[in-house]
């Protein structure tokens, strides 16, 4: 099946800083989707993305579909305390496969104060 | 408003007990799912259900068992539980498939096999 490489496993940073991570996959995907898990809660969407090349923010956080259809990145900026938690992409194919998302294992963030 | 809705939230069995977990929705949500999450693995499909009645593997299947005989239930059988089952068990839910690439989650089932 498809499988998504997101990098990096895990980040420790201070607080204030700017975060980036990111997804590849040898497949191309239709949607590109970033959640955030909370720890002891299940993932909450954060970003989707429909198009290749978009860019699309959300408070602090900025999200772009690579032009290739095979990566996404994920920027936050100005970071605090309660950007703590694991952050997942997940691809969709589209077509008869709208049910499916496929996850990358996560980045595991956390913020020093 | 109450979402996703998972029970229990902690369980021990012992190897070669069967359980239910409990998934029910008040969304009206079409789609369910059930996901597993082991550490540092990201979340695997199980089984899904894209209405009452239907439902359809996922990416590992193996060794447990869903129906759909509601809109809102979606529960999930495990059958002769196997260590390697141990793992924390997510439901979702969505009205329109991944097209809008939205799922709400419940808060997760952690299951511990001895």
């Known amino acids: 099946g498809q499988q998504l490489n997101q990098s990096p496993q895990s980040m420790f940073i201070q607080e204030g800083e700017d975060v980036s991570m990111n997804c590849t996959s040898s497949s191309i995907f239709n949607t590109w989707l970033w959640y955030k898990q909370d720890p002891g809660e299940g993932p909450v969407l954060l970003i989707a993305l429909y198009k290749a090349g978009e860019l699309t923010s959300n408070g602090r956080l900025t999200a772009q579909f690579g032009i290739t259809r095979k990566d996404s990145f994920l920027n936050i900026s100005a970071s605090i305390p309660s950007d703590v938690g694991i952050y997942f992409c997940?691809?969709?194919?589209?077509?008869?496969?709208?049910?499916?998302?496929?996850f990358g294992k996560g980045t595991l963030l956390t913020v020093n104060p | 408003n109450a979402g996703v809705t998972q029970t229990p939230k902690f369980r021990i069995l012992k190897i070669g007990q069967s359980m239910t977990l409990q998934c029910a929705q008040d969304m009206n949500h079409n789609y369910m799912y059930w996901y597993r999450q082991d550490p540092g693995m990201g979340l695997k499909l199980i089984y899904y259900s894209v209405g009452a009645g239907i439902t359809d593997k996922g990416e590992v299947p193996n060794g447990y068992n869903v129906s759909r005989s509601t809109t809102e239930d979606f529960p999930l059988r495990l059958e002769l539980a196997a260590p390697s089952q141990t793992s924390v068990y997510f439901c979702?839910?969505?009205?329109?498939?991944?097209?809008?690439?939205?799922?709400?989650f419940g808060e997760g089932s952690r299951l511990t096999v001895l």
């Open positions: 997940a691809g969709q194919l589209g077509g008869g496969s709208n049910y499916k998302l496929t």
């Open positions: 979702a839910s969505s009205y329109l498939g991944t097209l809008t690439g939205e799922l709400f």
